[in-house]
């Protein structure tokens, strides 16, 4: 196993080295220009969610298609992801989370623009959607699509399923003392009754459970900060200081600190917000919408309230904390937040562990349907059954696996999903402003479109 993690971790360098880092972060401000800072968009994207469309053609909702990808996208890595972006970056990594969510509500916006303007219609009447179909019908590159979506399929199993159960059940084991394993256990069953329903029972699941637990969690994370009230300018001077400061967590050269400031914070808004990674647009391309640029709206709102809104107050949550009692650095992941909660009196880890569990239970349901729908896109609908068994079998694994192992091997796989899908964006920027421009800017945003799905 050590040589397998060390294995991850040599990849990793490579994956995530300063070239990485540029092109997403280069992307993301690529396209915040190109679309005339489409951000501006966020809240009409936010009344096109709660929005009906009738007539239109989708499995979803376009707010079920949203908490769905939400429900994908705020999970550890708003909890412990941000708190393990800390720990390993400093304070200044918050940051570089915070504007990789600024800068990349534009690239889930492109993204979610494909999705729906290349999807396809299946023989049930199901949408399939997504980079691989992008890549496919957009550009005519095949072997680049099936290699999305083998990156995808692998990659669910790290940034959505292990990693979250490996998590919570440390939290678990914390707060109320049972074993891990019981904890996967637990998790693979509830797991297992919402994933054989389909898209339509999990997006049904998520958005009854998405609302209250983004909702509750802030909720937490704002008497926390009450409570750290003297301490909250203080954390927003040192965020801001050692985003751009030699003096980082653990010393070092200039160069080395900064870049280990914006390699985690980036790595880890990436894992956070998944802008770039392609994984959303599967689901954006189930959503019923008249057309692409009314879902690509609604798919941008998620990366605002996952990053822009949850992790920063995480970030501040955690920082502040750390300033407010000493002693805290040397602790990581799930052991930092549950000591951070453990602020709040009595019921402060408990909150903690039930806001956990919601958020890895909705995780692990958006990212079955996504590692589903590219298993399909490579051997069609025989696959689903067995990667169905597959999945709610690692959720169990997961919950013992080694933390360290987990979390690098998930940075590996999102950054081989990531790739392919930057590639397709990229090439096909002149249709996303194309359609942009038909639809959102000259005023066109309730036409419904020409292209019916195949």
Known sequence: MNTIHNAIIFLNNYLWGPPMLILLMGTHLFFTVRLRFIQRYIPLGIKLSVTREKDAPGDVSPFGALTTALAATVGTGNIVGVATAVALGGPGAVLWMWLTGVFGISTKYAEGLLAVKYRVRTSDGTMLGGPMYALERGLGWKPLAIFFAIAASVAAFGIGNMVQANSVAGLVKTTFNIEPLWTGLVLAALTGVVIL???????????????????????????????NFDFVFPAIKEILRSAFSARAAGGGFVGASILMAARYGIARGLFSNESGLGSAPIVAAAAQSRNPVRQALVSSTGTFWDTVVVCALTGLVVVSTMLKNGGLADLKGAALTHAVFAQIPVIGPIVLTVGLLTFVYSTILGWSYYGERAIEYLVGKRGILPYRVLWTIAVAVGSVATLPMVWDGADAANALMAIPNIIAVLALSPIIVRETKHYLWDGNIEEKSKDEPL
């Open 197 to 227: 329903g389909g898209v339509k029972w999990i997006a049904r699941t998520c958005e009854g459970l998405v609302p209250f637990m983004v909702i509750a969690y802030s909720l937490g994370c704002l008497i926390i900060l009450a409570m």
